[in-house]
């Protein structure tokens, strides 16, 4: 299968003082960063020669919902058609990646886009029995580099092992259930996220301490007028952990490898971009557990979404200017 085009979103965390170093071009959804040297802060040094990055999309004040028909919908439609999809949110601690990606969850309107993929796959599953479609869902963490079962006792997660068949990456040992309502999926992934590993971080009271990704699983068993084959494809949903500055944070031992865990991560996944986007034959993506996990979103065998999220602050610009460069370089700038 040739390589797909991720499509790269931005979504802003909404601000009452956003840095005046910040000018959103929403028509032709650019954002322009200032140098800020004069004022001692600003764009690291290193990154002063380019500061307009363009995206597929810029969410400033959406809805939930309109995210989701924005940078979610196309991706489980094709899911429905038997392509792989991924979505994953990036980003600093606290710019929204769990908003995003989970939401909250007491009233639909403010569910994220996980409840809304799980929403549409069985909307589809109850307006097409005829279809004969089985739904699956799996969800697991990486906490210092360890892999867990979030829908298995916590204890028994380590033994789960990577392997990689027709191209895409399965995990041996995690716990795959079969769905057959909304309800018990939905139910299955909010008993999962209470198993996640979360800690207190000065810019987020529940901070995601570790990688998960809720995977969906949808085979289509009789085929159809419009899609005559059957299908099988999967719908990964990752909310990465969030990246940050430790420097002059009084945190716990634990907290510490947890942070250095996650910068290290991330770094891998940031290498394994710049490699893409050199268009290099060997990409290093079995450094890390995460590059691993990411490898079908990022190699091409699936219909990718990646979601930046990021604080308008201006505190907190070096952090924004850093991801945007790092992330968004490879893949938008090559493709506009
Ligand atoms: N777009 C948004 N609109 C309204 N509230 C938001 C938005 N984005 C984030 N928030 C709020 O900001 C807080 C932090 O967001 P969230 O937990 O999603 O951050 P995160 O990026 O997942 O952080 P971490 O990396 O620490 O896990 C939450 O209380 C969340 O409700």
Request: glycine fraction near 8%; hydrophobic fraction near 35%.
């Amino acid at each position: 299968m040739g390589r797909f085009r991720i499509k790269v979103y931005l979504r802003l965390r909404p601000s009452d003082k956003p840095s005046p170093f910040i000018h959103i071009q929403p028509t032709s959804s650019t954002v322009q960063i200032d140098d800020d040297k004069h004022a001692g802060g600003g764009p690291p040094k290193n990154y002063t020669e380019r500061r307009l990055f363009r995206f597929d999309g810029i969410i400033q004040s959406s809805s939930q919902e309109a995210v989701f028909d924005e940078c979610a919908k196309g991706v489980v439609e094709d899911v429905l058609t038997g392509y792989h999809g991924t979505i994953f949110a990036y980003g600093q601690v606290g710019s929204g990646k769990t908003f995003t990606m989970t939401g909250e969850t007491k009233t639909f309107i403010y569910c994220g886009l996980i409840p809304r993929c799980i929403h549409r796959i069985f909307e589809e599953k109850e307006s097409k029995p005829a279809a004969e479609i089985k739904v699956h869902v799996s969800y697991l963490e990486i906490h210092n580099e360890v892999i867990y079962d979030l829908l298995a006792k916590r204890e028994a997660a380590s033994q789960i092992t990577t392997l990689e068949e027709d191209g895409t990456v399965e995990f041996r040992g995690l716990t795959r259930v079969l769905c057959t309502t909304e309800e018990q999926a939905l139910k299955l992934f909010f008993e999962g996220e209470r198993h996640k590993a979360v800690a207190v971080h000065p810019l987020n009271q529940v901070s995601s301490r570790s990688h998960c990704m809720f995977t969906l699983y949808v085979e289509r068993h009789a085929g159809m007028a419009s899609i005559p084959e059957k299908t099988a494809a999967k719908l990964n949903l990752v909310d990465l952990a969030g990246f940050g500055q430790s420097k002059g944070i009084e945190f716990s031992e634990q907290s510490k490898k947890e942070i250095v865990n996650i910068n290290k991560s991330l770094i891998f996944l940031e290498q394994v971009v710049s490699e893409l986007g050199r268009g290099q034959t060997h990409i290093s993506f079995r450094q890390s557990r995460l590059t691993l996990l990411l490898k079908d979103a990022l190699g091409g065998n699936s219909r990718t979404v990646l979601i930046i999220c990021a604080w308008q602050e201006h505190i907190c610009l070096d952090e924004t200017v850093l991801v945007l460069f790092l992330l968004n370089r490879s893949f938008v700038q090559s493709t506009h």
